[in-house]
């Protein structure tokens, strides 16, 4: 057997478990790691999909409850270094078109992240299929009070908190820490007395404005928000992480493919950040696919970025 079917055959096994776990009546398989792989293969035959690792100074636990809505439970993943010391945390959100997706695919990157001095988390949230926006926002920021609520089983510092997501996932990042402390954002029904303030923010390739000359969000966009552009332009508008670009968005890192289009709104928000000298950073991955960040040989590339970016934005005095 060869080392790339090796990867197919782990993430079968691990989506068909994901699958069995869940407790939604409805499950978009639309989006995998193989359906990925195999749509970039013809085009990139260097692809590899990359494997969960093992690491020695990383503790991993599984499926822990952090939310419950009615008998529906939401899980996350923690992967937190051993260290004693008190550790930045950074909360890792899965792309998949706001319909489709899970955390197993951020498993990869979080125990990397991890294994340099952090504590990270791959949260579970509501697709659309289940509830539409803002309900996984609230779900995600329910995530951050829970994490912060037990700060001290993880040795966390509550003061360096970073959110980081993939695709929708970072255009949901993104939207979560342009509102810090914006009460239209916060449900009213949490249980923990803690903030879900965040310090920075990590956007891979999500999109940060939907109405937008560079955006080509369509059906995808629609079911999470209610409806199209027309409809629902207010919706649209809200859900934009630009629309709440301010003098309190925390520093920013940009990860970017070849396609402009997944960060639509980067240059805009970015000439707001400079406005207010708050920190920004933009990357791109060259000759890159959407997804790149699951798939060998561009994930080094992007884990360097996110560590180098994360030990300044934390680490340094």
Same mark, same amino acid.
């Given at each position: ?48 999909? $990359? #494997?969960?690792? /093992? ?12 939310? !419950?809505? @009615? &008998? ?125 303030? $965040? #310090?920075?923010? /990590? ?12 955006? !080509?969000? @369509? &059906? ?98």
């Amino acid at each position: 057997m060869n080392l790339k079917s090796s990867h197919i055959i782990f993430f079968f096994l691990v989506f068909a478990f994901h699958v069995n776990s869940q407790q939604m009546k409805t499950i978009d398989t639309s989006y995998t790691v193989y359906s990925s792989y195999t749509k970039y293969l013809k085009k990139f035959p260097e692809i590899e999909i $990359v #494997n969960p690792q /093992i690491f020695d100074n990383v503790v991993e636990k599984k499926e822990i409850v952090y939310n !419950e809505i @009615g &008998e529906r439970k939401l899980h996350l993943d923690a992967f937190y270094n051993k260290s004693k010391e008190l550790k930045p945390a950074v909360i890792l959100v899965h792309g998949g078109g706001w319909k489709s997706g899970n955390k197993l695919h951020m498993q990869p990157m979080a125990q990397h992240i991890a294994s340099n001095g952090y504590a990270c988390f791959s949260v579970e949230y509501r697709l659309s299929p289940e509830a539409i926006f803002p309900a996984g926002i609230f779900d995600i920021k329910n995530a951050i009070q829970f994490i912060k609520e037990h700060s001290k089983e993880f040795n966390i510092d509550v003061t360096k908190i970073a959110i980081l997501g993939c695709s929708s996932g970072g255009q949901m990042a993104a939207l979560i820490g342009a509102t810090n402390n914006n009460v239209n954002f916060e449900e009213g029904n949490s249980k923990y007395n803690q903030s879900s303030e $965040v #310090n920075a923010i /990590i956007d891979i390739d999500g999109i940060l404005a939907f109405n937008h000359p560079e955006s !080509e969000e @369509g &059906e995808m966009a629609s079911l999470w928000l209610g409806g199209n552009s027309k409809d629902k332009i207010e919706t649209w508008t809200e859900a934009s992480a630009l629309s709440h670009t301010n003098k309190n968005t925390p520093p920013i890192l940009f990860i970017g493919s070849q396609y402009p289009r997944f960060l639509a709104g980067k240059d805009d928000m970015i000439e707001i950040l400079n406005k207010y000298s708050i920190f920004n950073q933009a990357e791109k991955i060259e000759n890159s696919p959407h997804s790149f960040w699951l798939f060998h040989p561009w994930f080094k590339e992007t884990v360097q970025y996110i560590t180098n970016f994360l030990d300044k934005i934390f680490k340094e005095k």
